[in-house]
């Protein structure tokens, strides 16, 4: 193995420490919890184990969490409203709606209704605005993005003037990645099931964070030597020498990538310990945000 492990679960633990010392210390000086309302409608049960680590993380850290779970069928007028008396709950600091939503509902009407100051998933279109505006600063970066940004910045890797290139175009991962990284002053190319030669663009990444869904997808031989990988890929294949019958493993191949690359992050351990440390994050600013 030639590349640098990228420890995420280490680093999402100093992050989740920093997070906890201040909220004990607010707490001290009499200061209300910052809080986070989830909001989850109907049974997937990915997004039912997503929204259950986040309420446990919020307890852990010293935070309060409230978790509104409505019945599939729910009406765009009964989460509306829901929506609505969290933003003026002043025991509420965070609001996250738990992301796919069924069909019937209208995801950007929802998401648009959260106010920007509870906003800590950065999904409203007034943050995402904000992100993709030169010279103007979202109040909160959508947490997986915000997560791959730090673990480059806490490894030393220089992203200002690099190549760029991002796998997947995603509301949650891949468009807000390439705008932080634009941000940061790299070179971004933005990827997806249309681009023609993958494996060619991908030669050219100083940086690359692949967020596309596709099980081991970027090889060995696509990676620049040296390059710094950020797998945000979650996939699930079957194998039998574990107990649950399957392994997750990312979108990059792992065994193969870590012999060319700089540095690299595994499945599991990497990116996705990050996204709630910044949540909980993103929690304590709203916190901070509303005491001013
Ligand atoms: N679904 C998958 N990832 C996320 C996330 O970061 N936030 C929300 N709200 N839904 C998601």
Not at 128 to 137: C, D, M, P, S, T
Not at 154 to 159: A, F, L, P
Not at 219 to 239: E, H, L, Q, T, Y
């Amino acid at each position: 193995m030639t590349a640098q492990l990228i420890d995420g679960k280490m680093i999402a633990q100093q992050v989740r420490d920093e997070v906890a010392a201040t909220v004990a210390k607010r707490t001290a000086a009499g200061k209300q919890k910052p809080t986070l309302a989830t909001v989850l409608v109907g049974d997937r049960p990915d997004s039912q184990a997503y929204v259950k680590s986040k309420g446990k993380a919020c307890e852990e850290l010293g935070m309060g969490s409230v978790s509104h779970h409505l019945p599939a069928e729910t009406s765009q007028e009964e989460l509306e409203k829901l929506i609505k008396s969290l933003n003026d709950d002043k025991t509420i600091n965070g609001i996250l709606v738990q992301l796919p939503l069924p069909s019937h509902l209208n995801e950007e009407r929802v998401l648009q209704l959260i106010s920007i100051e509870k906003d800590v998933d950065g999904f409203s279109p007034i943050n995402i605005g904000r992100l993709a505006q030169k010279g103007r600063e979202p109040l909160f970066v959508p947490c997986t993005p915000y997560g791959c940004i730090y673990l480059l910045e806490k490894s030393g890797v220089k992203i200002e003037g690099a190549n760029a290139v991002v796998l997947g175009r995603s509301n949650i991962v891949g468009m807000p990645a390439a705008l932080l990284l634009i941000g940061k002053n790299a070179t971004v190319t933005v990827c997806h099931s249309r681009t023609q030669d993958l494996p060619g663009t991908v030669r050219r990444a100083d940086i690359l964070i692949a967020a596309i869904g596709k099980t081991e997808m970027v090889r060995g031989d696509w990676i620049k030597p040296g390059a710094a990988i950020i797998d945000v890929g979650i996939n699930s294949v079957p194998d039998a020498t574990k107990k649950s019958g399957h392994r997750l493993v990312g979108d990059v191949n792992f065994n193969e990538a870590k012999e060319v690359a700089g540095f690299i992050t595994p499945v599991p351990g990497g990116v996705g310990p990050m996204t709630i440390a910044m949540l909980m994050k993103n929690t304590l600013r709203a916190a901070e945000i509303q005491d001013k």
